[in-house]
């Protein structure tokens, strides 16, 4: 049984692509009581949308074939490709050992496929074998069958309509809206797998308890559990994974619902509006950029579910450890929460540096932070890097109108970490972000409304910000990235454009070292992947997305550097011959 089982969800996992609400005909079968419903609205489309991702990245046409997979479990010419498929699973009840699963799909000849799997019927049920396990097959009214490898289910399984308005209402509508534009939907109910989750936490900390963790790390590490027990485990109502596969590009999201009245419902009830600080930072090609609404209510409030930080047992009076050096004691997270309540917001701009990675992944950005109160916020900024300096991790130097940028003063800061002994990487680390400078430095000035900072000494990097903070040349009037943007869910909190064409610029001497042929041609437009999170109405959604220029240059990039690989190996012939039509193919 369990056989059978493991192997349904590879099949269906294999395909990835489906949805819930666009296919209410076979939802609307599945028992309101599911605990896991995979649902699949054709089988044939989602065959078709893989291959074409698939072939961009080198794999030929006809390894993407479902009939095979079908064929692995049994079921080869028997499902109905131009129709809907879902699976489902309800938990074991009181004095069950095993869970009740089966899955449902479109037939027009239910007598072929009782012939197709040498099954035999008898009262309405065809007794059959797939990959060596039993399964019992019934047909449902009109094209629908189920099977499920437990005969007792089968024959009490009906397969009425009425589900998919329970579905709708459990998933709520930010998770109809994902699942209904989907390929493939994964939807769990999780009142009913909750029990299992949680005893799953309780082996979790009682293994780690045994594991050889500093107590400081095992007390952290227990706190975050215990929130997210107490929060994400115990407000959960129901969660959608989804896949979407179109012409435009590839999109992955996953949505929670929590239970109205909870928690994480009210901190989930308001949208988001990151998008609107791209209008506060420069427009240049950048490798990456991140916003976020701290000024969002539920942000707020998120923030003060997590404990402050208690001071370790080798504490002096003043709180300070013995050993204050260690790279833990970098963040003061007394003093980042602090930061977090009088911030509405930030955006970063992690720039193309001209001198490429080797001249620091960070010399080239610019964080903009909106406050409405900037001289207090940089007052905080200053204080933690001062409390560095005290603590012995790192020599500062800060100094008030050290510069001049555009007729305007603004502070110069320098924070250079001192070597450790207990971590030799930590130097590495910071010269691979910083370059030379070996830590973070540059201009830092209150605006209107905010904060800027540079992480380079570049008086034409603080230009730019200084510009853009005003509402001009920003990357708000980017109409590549906001292309990107509108196919991410509205009333996002947090975003993260990642800008491929920047990051293959900085690498492409290295990946030229690799295959001497290489060849990169990238578009001037190619727009970048998108990450993002979005709440609102009691539910978070998480989405990746990926533009189908980004997938097909990656596809380019990925098959060069494996003929590159091959083209580097000595020729092997393929019968011990030595004439040149034997050679190993390079593909």
């Keep these: 049984m369990r056989k059978f089982a493991s192997l349904s969800v590879a099949a269906v996992l294999s395909m990835v692509a489906g949805t819930a609400m666009a296919v209410p005909s076979i939802v609307d079968r599945v028992p309101a009581d599911a605990a896991i419903t995979i649902a699949i609205p054709s089988i044939e489309n989602l065959e078709k949308d893989i291959r074409s991702v698939a072939t961009i990245f080198g794999a030929p046409a006809g390894m993407i074939n479902l009939d095979s997979i079908l064929s692995q479990v049994g079921m080869g010419g028997v499902v109905a490709k131009n129709g809907p498929l879902a699976f489902f ?20 000849d239910f007598a072929g496929v009782v012939k197709a799997v040498g099954g035999k019927e008898e009262n309405g049920i065809a007794t059959a074998e797939i990959a060596g396990e039993p399964a019992y097959f019934k047909k449902l009214d009109g094209e629908f069958v189920f099977v499920s490898p437990s005969q007792e289910f089968a024959k009490k399984f009906e397969g ?27 939807l769990i109910n999780f009142d009913k797998v909750r029990p299992f989750v949680e ?34 485990v115990k407000d959960a109502k129901a969660i959608v994974a989804s896949v979407n596969i179109d012409a435009s590009g590839v999109s992955l999201d996953l949505t929670t619902r929590f239970a109205d009245g909870s928690k994480l419902a009210e901190i989930t009830a ?33 923030a003060a579910l997590f404990p402050e930080p208690t001071p370790a047992k080798d504490a002096g009076k003043d709180g300070a450890k013995a050993d204050a050096k260690k790279p833990a004691d970098m963040m003061d997270m007394k003093m980042m929460k602090q930061s977090m309540e009088l ?40 204080d933690a890097m001062n409390k560095m300096a005290d603590s012995g991790l790192a020599e500062v130097t800060l100094t008030d109108g050290g510069a001049e940028v555009g007729g305007k003063k603004v502070d110069v800061y320098d924070v250079r970490l001192k070597p450790d002994g207990e971590n030799p990487m930590a130097a590495q680390m910071m010269a691979g972000l910083y370059g030379m400078a070996g830590g973070p430095n540059g201009y830092i000035s209150t605006t209107e409304g905010g904060i800027i900072t540079t992480f380079a000494k570049s008086s034409e990097l603080m230009e730019k910000a200084v510009k853009a903070a005003g509402g001009s040349e920003t990357l708000a009037d980017d109409k590549v ?38 060849k990169l041609d990238l578009p001037e437009n190619l727009p970048p992947v998108a990450l993002s999170i979005a709440p609102g109405g009691g539910s978070v959604q998480a989405t990746i997305y990926a533009p189908m220029p980004v997938l097909k240059v990656l596809g380019d990039v990925a098959k060069q550097m494996r003929q590159g690989g091959e083209e580097g190996e000595e020729a092997k012939p393929a019968n011990g011959g030595g004439d040149k039509g034997n050679e190993k193919p390079k593909f």
């Design 89 to 108: 699973v309800i938990m074991p009840g009181e004095g069950e050992m095993e869970p009740s699963q089966g899955v449902i799909f479109t037939t027009a």
């Design 160 to 186: 009425k309509k009425g589900s998919a308005e329970a579905m709708k209402t459990l998933i709520g509508p930010m998770g109809d809206k994902a699942s209904d534009k989907s390929d493939l939907s994964i």
């Design 199 to 232: 005893m799953g936490l309780d082996q979790a900390m009682a293994q780690m308890e045994q594991a050889p963790i500093p107590e400081e790390q095992l007390e952290q590490i227990t706190q975050m559990m215990e929130v997210f027990g107490s929060t994400v």
């Design 270 to 302: 308001t949208p988001g509006n990151a998008p609107s600080l791209l209008g506060k930072v420069p427009a240049m090609p950048y490798l990456a950029v991140l916003t976020a609404d701290f000024a969002n209510p539920g942000v707020r409030k998120l």
């Design 343 to 382: 911030s509405d917001g930030s955006a970063t701009v992690i720039g193309v540096s001209p001198a490429g990675l080797m001249g620091g992944l960070l010399t080239r950005s610019v964080t903009y932070t909106a406050t409405k109160k900037p001289a207090e916020l940089l007052k905080l900024t200053k």
């Design 481 to 518: 990235l906001a292309a990107t943007g509108k196919n991410l869910p509205s009333g996002r909190v947090a975003e993260i454009y990642v800008g491929i064409k920047g990051i293959l610029d900085s690498v492409g001497g290295f990946l030229a070292m690799a295959n001497p042929n290489f």
